[in-house]
């Protein structure tokens, strides 16, 4: 049975930095990876991406050159750095895991993290 | 960037209903789309990819058609359970994107 958990949210002012882990459970393979969020009351945007192998990373603009998605296949974990971070940033972040082999919709979806950006 | 709208905004329908929505592609993505299902404080489950495949344990009143830039998800029979909120999600191209969600809410 896949298992994603998320862990690494909170509160952090603006300008701040918070590293998001996913540890992952049940998977046999390494599969491509997203990072999803949702602001409060909002709808769902998609923030990033890493292949299987973490040869490629992927971003939305608006965290392009502050977020970095990484992965340690070792450990079975994802994470997203984020730095220099803004009040719209504040989102429940979900790790999901990539449908297939080559890049697709996201078929295990994580709890979720709750990241607030607040002075 | 691919940008996706999805209508209606809200849809009031009663048990038994069929119900349709719509979503729409700024540019062709063939069929590399999905749609998923999302409750109140719970994360979103696939239902649908590649436009009208049928995601394993997702019931069969569930479906999805269209290719291209328009692209349909019918559910045949309203159940109780599927009053949420619904996001069609293109994975064509990167950055990928999400359509601003469907509230299916009961009539």
């Known amino acids: 049975q896949v298992q994603l958990v998320e862990s690494g949210g909170g509160a952090v002012q603006p300008g701040g930095s918070l590293r998001l882990s996913c540890a992952a459970s049940?998977?046999?393979?390494?599969?491509?990876m997203h990072w999803v969020r949702q602001a409060p009351g909002k709808g769902l945007e998609w923030v990033a991406f890493?292949?299987?192998?973490?040869?490629?990373?992927f971003y939305v603009d608006s965290v392009k050159g502050r977020f970095t998605i990484s992965r340690d296949n070792s450990k079975n974990t994802l994470y997203l750095q984020m730095n220099s971070l803004r009040a719209e940033d504040t989102a429940v972040y979900y790790c999901?895991?990539?449908?297939?082999?080559?890049?697709?919709?996201?078929?295990?979806w994580g709890q979720g993290t709750l990241v607030t950006v607040s002075s | 960037d691919i940008q996706m709208t999805q209508s209606p905004s809200t849809l009031s329908a009663s048990v038994g209903d069929r119900v349709t929505i719509t979503c729409r592609a700024s540019?062709?993505?063939?069929?590399?789309l999905a749609w998923y299902q999302q409750k109140p404080g719970k994360a979103p489950n696939l239902l649908i990819y590649?436009?009208?495949s049928l995601e394993s344990g997702v019931p069969s009143r569930f479906s999805g058609s269209g290719s291209g830039t328009e692209f349909t998800l019918t559910i045949s029979s309203l159940q109780p359970d599927d009053f949420a909120t619904y996001y069609c999600?293109?994975?064509?191209?990167?950055?990928?994107?999400f359509g601003q969600g469907t509230k299916l809410e009961i009539k």
């Open positions: 999901a895991k990539g449908k297939g082999v080559v890049p697709g919709p996201c078929d295990y």
């Open positions: 890493i292949r299987h192998d973490g040869s490629n990373q």
């Open positions: 590649k436009a009208s």
């Open positions: 540019q062709s993505i063939s069929s590399w």
């Open positions: 049940g998977i046999t393979r390494s599969y491509g």
């Open positions: 999600h293109q994975y064509n191209s990167f950055p990928y994107s």
